[in-house]
DNA sequence: ACCTGAACACCGTTCAAGT
DNA sequence: ACCTGAACACCGTTCAAGT
């Protein structure tokens, strides 16, 4: 019964952390819950299945991260990694612009649930912080006034996370599939508009739509300022 | 042990549908589960709660419902009967959108958990398309032609919803703590214009943010138009 | 037909107990 | 300290069985 047996029959750590049990570690566990996302989905990436996939139980991981909420804010910005925000230098703020949020948007669209976990998430971590500064950036080069160009960011991500979760849910081509029926079966008297509109309301690519999307959006914040161009001072 | 014995020993239906048991619909399924979802969130408004609420199990619900994404939808297009889209006729056709929208919005507010459910339900119902097709009516009625005015609804309602669920998750306020308190600490070396736009990026009543949004979508939508104002014959 | 109980295969989180 | 098993209080869905 002594402790530290030497005689005690179990496979005795053997050399190096070949096999036997590489410690548990926040980062460990962020990238298993990651890699689970990506293979299985929102739903995929519960606190057991990470747990199941290191080989020990839901609670240990509770010594590294604070629960369900809190693991998905760290999966959301260790996904958020793969967005590009060093453009390609003298190229115009608009193109900048574009190129940072379809970066952002094509991460979303590559991971399913990603975009549904963004929505969901508050995002502050350091990945986050860097494309909201990268946009702040083109912006403000594009001549928007602080107070414009800080709520033009949250209205682009805002607008660019919900249409990537729309265009990438559990699938995309299943969830396009009831939507389709209940518009080619609207009525013609009941919804005239929609009845007309009802091919339009579900054309475009995607890209396409998307693109048109953030240009329309640039539009806007171009022409709805919060503040006027010049003459900053005060009234 | 013959079939229809008078003698049943049971509390004989009692005189009208008084206590014992009204029968089940879907109708009173629906409307059990938009009180939950009112009351308790969106993760409250679970099938066995409901079948709980109306002293039944789980089960029994699957004779009228198709499972809780079935659920959901039907909840959801419940709860927009609320939007009004009848709109004192005389006004102008912005003034018709602004109210449309607003409206729609309010009923997000209002209730914990729906904005969150729209963002993940498909909105095909009679409800949404009552919604859609007067967002279209004063769309066409500024003079967008059918194919913007298709893609612009879209973007409209996406934008609404997502930022119904920005500002009514759990509780809106509970959230605010967190981001405020990661933008509070960001480096002014590290994200230098996130630092100096870190009130703006907070600031706003909400409901003020949303009437910009609104403004600037607008904006955007009128001076990106798919195709010219004039000249719509030709290819 | 309509409803039910029980079972199946899961959840997140807590906590006393072990090393 | 770090990790664990077991328990608690839940999930959605299926299915054989009852009336």
Redesign the pocket.
Known sequence: MS?RNPFAGRPVKSRRSGKV?D??SRDRIVDEALGLLVRNGLD??????VAAAL??????L???VD???SLRALVLDRALERVSTTVTRRRGWRARLTSVLESYIRVLMATPGLAQLALGTLAAGPNSLRVIEALLDALEDGGLDPATAAWAVDLLLLYATAIGAEHSGPDAAERMGPITRALSLVSREDFPRVYAARRELLSGKGEERFEWAVETLIAGVLHNRRRPKRAASGR
Chains 1, 2 share one sequence.
């Open positions: 402790a049990k410690p548990l995929g990436m519960s606190l057991r299945a080989e020990t139980g839901a609670a240990s509770y010594a590294y629960g369900l909420d």
